[in-house]
Every structure is written in C-alpha cells, then in structure tokens.
C-alpha cells in the first residue's frame, strides 16, 4: 500500500508556470507506474499525465502536452508535474495516483489504486 500527499498547488497567472510535488509513504514506491489527474468544478476527472515504473517511459494528453512535463525521483518517493504556459483552462484539482507495478501507460483513472487528496491549481486570465 502507499500514501500519497500532494503539494505546489496555488493561483498564477496565465502563461505562467508551477511545479507540483506528489510525496510517496509506506511502500515501495518504484514499482508503482505513476499518474497526474485533474478535475475541474462540474466535470469529470480527467487525465494528464503518467509515468512508467520502470524505464520512465511518459504519456500526456494532448491538451497539455508540450506544457507539461512529468517525471520522478525513486530515490525521494517523489512524483513531480512541471507545468508551464499554464492556461485559464488548466484549473482544476489536481490528483497523484498510483498503479501497481504495470507497464501500461492507462490514462484511465480506475486503473489507479492509490490517490492524493489533490492540490487546487488556479490559473487566472
């Protein structure tokens, strides 16, 4: 099992950028394919990014790739989003969520176990 708390969340303003952290507990966190989700107020959560368990091989929406970029740090058992030329339209909650050890890049939020319990991201016009 692991815990997973969300940080780096907060209000920049369009075009700019942030960076958010996913801080892993309680179990071994390199054999988890990790993921990024968001939801914003009246939708449905949707994908953004995921990173492979091993290999480190990524997949992004299209809404945000070229923006964003996900990686990890096994060694700090932490899950990272760098996010730049940030868009009114990327507020939302945004969610880590974890995948036992899988290699399939799933953008499918029931595929992961494991979730945070999400930053707000605001971006203002």
């Known amino acids: 099992q692991v815990q997973l708390v969300e940080s780096g969340g907060g209000l920049v303003q369009a075009g700019g950028s942030l960076r958010l952290s996913c801080a892993a507990s309680?179990?071994?966190?390199?054999?988890?394919?990790m993921a990024w989700f968001r939801q914003a107020p009246g939708k449905e959560r949707e994908f953004v990014a995921v990173?492979?368990?091993?290999?480190?091989?990524?997949r992004y929406a299209d809404s945000v790739n070229g923006r964003f970029t996900i990686s990890r740090d096994n060694a700090k058992k932490t899950l990272y989003l760098q996010m730049n030329s940030l868009k009114p339209e990327d507020t939302a909650e945004y969610y880590c969520?974890?995948?036992?050890?899988?290699?399939?890049?799933?953008?499918?939020?029931?595929?992961?176990?494991?979730w945070g319990q999400g930053t707000q991201v605001t971006v203002s016009s």
């Open positions: 309680g179990s071994t966190f390199s054999s988890y394919t």
């Open positions: 990173i492979r368990w091993i290999g480190g091989a990524t």
């Open positions: 969520a974890a995948r036992p050890v899988s290699v399939v890049l799933s953008s499918t939020a029931g595929d992961f176990r494991y």
